[in-house]
């Protein structure tokens, strides 16, 4: 049986690829500062520990020198209110880097010299430059167009910067790699409430809340900044294929291409829940004006194509979403 190792199990695409690894026939080695929020882990082995300490990472190793997968998952992340304000940048960079510093670490140690997994690390579409998505119905965010690099946060440094430390474990060490950027991943079983929540979970939130609200939506800046959103299931079903199908380390987009502003995403929302919303457009972060993946790398390396549709995405999570604040207004 084939071993993987999901570090940031305990996060929303972590818990999803878990599940997916278990229905692959793998026994499913996980780590996190924390389990699952919203279902229980079904990984055979759940690790509670902080993956930024070189003791603990190379300890996971350790103990499973026969792993065939890492995916390496974990960050310090958020949506625009945590990432893009500026006040969480030495947390997002300082956290993030240590945590992919202690796995290339570990990895490289002569104590593990017999454990070559394949790695699989989670980049954004932040790490783009600004100065391509200014306009929010012009933009094409070729892999190739990540240099000159200039993201628009620390964030997005701090993922390029991971890219290459990567890239240069394959080189110098031969541990196969494989590179993708997300862009807006969403579903179900993820973070919508408290502030660190992504934009279609916040709007499923808020228009679920509108009800009580007489119908009021709020949304950061003009909302006419567009992005695409690739739905939780297409994700995870691009990140197998890349792991297991193919020879290519990218790096590669792993999106969308059905773009939107972030006042449509609240009327398809607001449709998908069968009543009518008032948007209120209010001052907020707001990130780049436009961010769309261009995949035409992913079809012709992995001939993956995203399947779900943005209004049956939305469907499928405004249904667990609007449950959450159902249960979360009974409790009070």
């Known amino acids: 049986m084939k071993k993987a190792l999901v570090m940031g199990a305990g996060g929303f695409i972590g818990g999803h690829l878990v599940e997916r690894l278990k229905d692959d026939g793998y026994f499913v080695i996980a780590a996190d500062l924390k389990l699952p929020e919203y279902r229980d882990s079904i990984a055979d082995e759940f690790h509670i520990g902080d993956l930024s300490d070189r003791d603990f990472t190379f300890d996971l190793l350790k103990r499973h020198t026969d792993l065939y997968e890492v995916y390496q998952l974990a960050a310090d992340m958020g949506g625009a209110g945590y990432i893009f304000t500026g006040e969480n940048d030495l947390n997002v960079m300082e956290n993030s880097a240590a945590i992919n510093l202690a796995l290339a670490w570990a990895l490289t140690r002569p104590e593990l010299a017999g454990c070559k997994p394949k790695v699989f690390y989670s980049s954004s579409a932040c790490i783009y430059p600004e100065s391509i998505q200014l306009n929010p119905l012009e933009v094409d965010l070729r892999e190739e167009s990540a240099y000159p690099a200039n993201p628009d946060s620390e964030y997005g440094w701090e ?137 035409d790398l992913i079809r012709e390396k992995l001939k993956w194509d995203y399947q779900f549709s943005l209004t049956e995405g939305v469907s499928r999570t405004y249904k667990w979403i609007s449950k959450q604040v159902e249960l979360k207004r009974d409790s009070n």
């Open 159 to 295: 993922k390029l910067f991971s890219e290459r430390l990567f890239f240069a474990l394959e080189r110098n060490y031969q541990v196969p790699v494989r590179v993708a950027r997300f862009h807006n991943v969403y579903g179900p079983y993820g973070t919508w409430t408290g502030g660190r929540e992504k934009a279609p979970a916040a709007i499923c939130r808020k228009v679920a809340e509108s009800i009580r609200n007489g119908g009021v939506v709020e949304v950061w800046g003009t909302g006419t900044q567009t992005r695409s959103f690739l739905y939780i299931d297409d994700c995870i079903e691009a990140v197998r294929r890349f792991m297991s199908q193919s020879d290519f380390s990218g790096p590669v987009n792993i999106g969308s291409e059905e773009q939107v502003s972030l006042n449509q995403l609240v009327l398809i929302t607001a449709k998908v829940a069968g009543i009518d919303v008032e948007i209120k457009n209010i001052p907020g972060p707001v990130g780049v004006m436009g961010r769309n993946s261009n995949n």
